[in-house]
């Protein structure tokens, strides 16, 4: 959960995807993201990667998705604020 977090610094580590893509390969379960009242995170191309897709929610902050490099669709499921419905979107590829 990120809760008024700036993700000013994280977004520019030099080792942001080499993160997320532990993270992503390290859990069976699928991942789950609170991202309110913060600064958007860079969730790297390696969102799509992983075993399962992240589900994330947004709350006080506009969802942003990276570009995919697979060459085949994959969803995520988003929900906006708290109370908001579960959408999902297709992995924008470049």
Not at 49 to 56: A, E, I, N, S
């Amino acid at each position: 959960m990120f809760e008024k977090t700036s993700f000013n610094k994280a977004n520019e580590a030099i080792y942001l995807e080499e993160f997320y893509f532990f993270i992503l390969t390290t859990h069976d379960s699928t991942l789950w993201m609170d991202i309110h009242q913060s600064d958007v995170p860079n969730l790297t191309e390696m969102f799509w990667l992983g075993k399962k897709v992240p589900q994330t929610q947004w709350g006080d902050a506009t969802p942003s998705f990276p570009d995919s490099p697979l060459s085949f669709s994959r969803k995520a499921q988003f929900k906006e604020d708290d109370y908001g419905r579960w959408k999902s979107i297709k992995n924008p590829m470049k």
